[in-house]
């Protein structure tokens, strides 16, 4: 293959993944825990939150910074419920309104790393 049809065959694919990334944002598929099963709640977030929100949401990233918001807990909720369109998902089918509640609980205890 020459240099020529490389490139074209290069710029192709970063045009598929830009594309692929600019489709509607979807929940993650999550199986919710039940209600009364232990949460690890930083776990939970890093792997479903984290991408967006980072260091488990202590720092901006793809998402907004979620230690020391000032955003109300109803906001939070509602949020994380029904996500905004195109920015966030909507986790409202993934997650129990405990997990929710957890999770604002979780974000509103966020301090700085230490070191």
Not at 31 to 38: G, I, R, V
């Amino acid at each position: 293959m020459n240099l020529h049809l490389k490139k074209i065959a290069l710029l192709s694919a970063v045009l598929g993944a830009s594309l692929a990334c600019a489709g509607p944002v979807q929940a993650q598929s999550a199986t919710p825990a039940p209600d009364n099963e232990a949460l690890d709640v930083e776990q939970l977030f890093a792997g479903t939150c984290g991408f967006c929100h980072s260091d488990g949401g202590r720092a901006a990233g793809k998402g907004p910074q979620l230690m020391n918001s000032q955003r109300d807990d109803d906001f939070l909720r509602n949020r994380i419920k029904h996500g905004k369109q195109g920015a966030m998902p909507a986790f409202d089918g993934a997650f129990t309104d405990a997990q929710i509640d957890q999770m604002i609980k979780y974000i509103r205890a966020l301090k700085p790393r230490e070191g």
